[in-house]
């Protein structure tokens, strides 16, 4: 079947303005995770869902970060006022629940903040 | 908190020879999961091997096994007869086991890079 698919792959914005980045988990996957990849702070977990709640949010940097999910599927990552700093790869993960725990990865999204 | 050290950054191998990539993590858990992931230049990461830390036998996965020694806290990846697609960033990531067996997020290594001569 397809696998986690995420949308744009790379966007460019500047410094100041928001974005987002888009997840659709493989299908009948429960469980979604974002990650971070960077030069400075390689791979960095940023939020969990369970179905359409977080019980994991710890990873967000800041409150310009922010994420939802609907519908049990589909994901989006929402920076707001972007920085430098925020260039990135953002990473999408999604899994089922239960004893296997494993995750399976999108593609990604590379984010230039110039 | 959990961490994971790989300490070595870059490797590199000629094709068909064996290879093996270190990871060691801390954590005072007793129930994880260890896993590596490969990723190549088109930046999608992909599952190579899971271990549960339950289990004692190494998990082997064709040509890709792990050495896991629990007391250690050791969790290394032996690459056998190595081929041009193995080429890739390889990270190393734990994963404690949730409750009622729910999910929960990985913390990864900083990665080896690793190169596959012809």
């Known amino acids: 079947g397809a696998g986690v698919s995420q949308s744009p792959s790379n966007k460019v914005t500047e410094k100041g303005k928001d974005v987002e980045l888009r997840c659709d988990p493989i299908?009948?996957?429960?469980?979604l995770y974002w990650y971070r990849q960077s030069l400075g702070q390689g791979l960095e977990f940023l939020i969990y869902f369970q179905g359409n709640s977080a019980p994991d949010k710890s990873g967000l940097p800041s409150d310009r970060f922010s994420a939802e999910r609907t519908g049990g599927s589909v994901s989006t990552l929402t920076i707001q006022r972007t920085q430098q700093e925020d260039s990135a790869v953002y990473l999408c993960?999604?899994?089922?629940?239960?004893?296997?725990?494993?995750?399976?990865f999108g593609p990604g999204t590379r984010l230039t903040v110039t | 908190a959990q961490t994971v050290t790989q300490s070595q950054p870059e490797m590199s191998v000629q094709e068909a020879e064996t290879v093996t990539l270190s990871c060691t993590y801390d954590t005072s858990e007793n129930n994880y999961y260890l896993f590596w992931y490969k990723q190549p230049p088109s930046r999608q990461m992909i599952l190579v091997i899971r271990?549960?830390?339950?289990?004692?036998q190494n998990a082997t996965e064709n040509r890709f096994s792990v050495n896991f020694q629990k007391a250690a806290k050791s969790f290394s990846l032996k690459i056998s007869d190595s081929q041009l697609g193995d080429t890739a960033m390889y990270f190393c990531a734990f994963m404690k086991r949730g409750l009622n067996f729910g999910n929960e997020k990985l913390t990864f290594g900083t990665g080896t890079r690793l190169t596959i001569i012809p």
């Open positions: 993960a999604s899994s089922l629940t239960g004893v296997k725990h494993e995750q399976y």
């Open positions: 299908s009948g996957h429960t469980a």
């Open positions: 271990q549960e830390a339950y289990k004692q």
